[in-house]
Every structure is written in structure tokens, then in C-alpha cells.
């Protein structure tokens, strides 16, 4: 029912289930997650990603660099690359690329370049592109237009309307995670109301961003369902319609050419 469409399986901490992603999966499956997106943050994250996708059919995952990764991890992403990697077909998208002038400001020229070259890759191979953005907004949403980028996912959103309207106006989807269930997010989840519900994912982030009950713990697959409890608050929906309306909208985001 529910599809956490960004989780880093490569960096959860397994020390509850003794080091087995499996396992950590299958308790996810339990809390009625069906469908997972790992996260590359580094080219070579792919191989991993590949090898925990080849076992388990409801997993997928993305290629490309993250945009606080250092200069010379940037410049391998060129276009051509990234087109190779994402040949696979449980390569869902291209990403997380975007652009974040909160950690790294020393090679805002090189996560631009980057990031306009996902986009280019996303448009070669029809699949969408995972952005975050950091700190960037106007310069993120710059780009976005520039390079007629019309098949992605802002993830991690915690912006204003201004920037969500620009980015849907350009036929992107917005993701949200656990921030939107904490208690200081009010301003978020005005903006969230506004937001058309066919436009909507959730995610993990896991890791990070542990939703409430959890805020603070490490975060996890299996707590996406919170994320969606959060939203049924916001548009006034059941949990279940948020989890089946939000899937639905991933697949449709996945079938678009």
C-alpha cells in the first residue's frame, strides 16, 4: 500500500536485525510498505543498489551523485555515464542530484554542471530525476526551467509554495518525509495543503528525518506509513487513501515517457 520513494538502503543502520537488509525490508513489507526506491548519493552506489534490487522484485533504485559529493565525484557523472548506469530496468531514476549551498558552497559552479547533466540523462533515458535542494531554491528551480526539466521528484520538501507551485507548474511531483509530522512544521503543512494530491509521494529519507513517534531514532523503510499518517491530518484523508493514492501516483510517475 505504501511506497517509500526515496530510503538510502545502503547506509540504514541494520543493528536491529543483525546486520540483514532483508530483514529490514520484510519488516517494512509487514507495516504495508510495498515498493522501495534505494538512493544513490555516489556513482559507484549502483553496484550495491543493483545487487540488493536483483533479490527482491518490490525494490528499485536510482544512479547519480549527490550534490555535496566533492568536485572530481561530480565531474564523473557526464551525461553519457549516467545514461549507461540507468539502463537497467530497476533503475527507477536519476539521482538524488539537485543542488544544496547549505553544506557546500565551494563548487556551486560544478553541482550546477552536475545537475544539469542528470537532467539531460533523465530526458535521454525517459526516466524522472530525484532533486534536493538545499538552501538553492531560486537557482534549483533556474535550472529546472532551463534545461525543461518536466519528469521529476522534488523529495525531501520543506520549501514554500512559491517554489512547490514552480516546480509543479513544470510537471514535477513533491515528496515529502517525516518533517511534515513534526510539531514546528505548521508552516510546511500549509504549504502541503495547497499541493494537489495526484502530485504527492512520501518517503523515508532513511536514515534521517525519523517521523513522529520516532523523531531522533534512526530512521527506517518500515515508518514510511507515519509519513502518510501525517498527510491523512493535512488533507483530511485516511491513512490508506494517502498510502494507495500516493503509490498510485509513483507508478504514474513511472510510466511517464
Known sequence: ??????????????????GDLDQALAQARLAGVSKFMGISVDLDDHIQLSQIASRHVDVGYTVGVHPCEDEQTMARATTDYLVELAQSEKV????????????????????KQCFARH???????KKPVVVHTRSAKHDTVDII????????????????????KAVLDCGYYISFSGIISFKNAQDLRDVAKQVPLDRVLIETDSPYLAPVPYRGKTNEPKYVPYVAKALSDVYDKSVEEIGMITAQNFENLLNLK
Not at 119 to 125: G, H, R, T, V, Y
Not at 145 to 164: P, R, V, Y
Open 92 to 111: 527507477w531514476a536519476l539521482g538524488e542530484t539537485g543542488l544544496d549551498y547549505y553544506h557546500s558552497t565551494d563548487f556551486i559552479a560544478a553541482q
Open 1 to 18: 500500500m505504501f511506497v517509500d520513494t526515496h530510503c538510502h538502503l545502503t547506509m540504514l543502520d541494520l543493528t536491529p536485525y543483525q
Open 145 to 164: 526551467k532551463t534545461e525543461q526539466s518536466t519528469h521529476g521528484i522534488l523529495h525531501c520538501f520543506t520549501e514554500d509554495w512559491e517554489t512547490a
Open 119 to 125: 537532467i539531460q540523462a533523465s530526458k535521454i533515458i
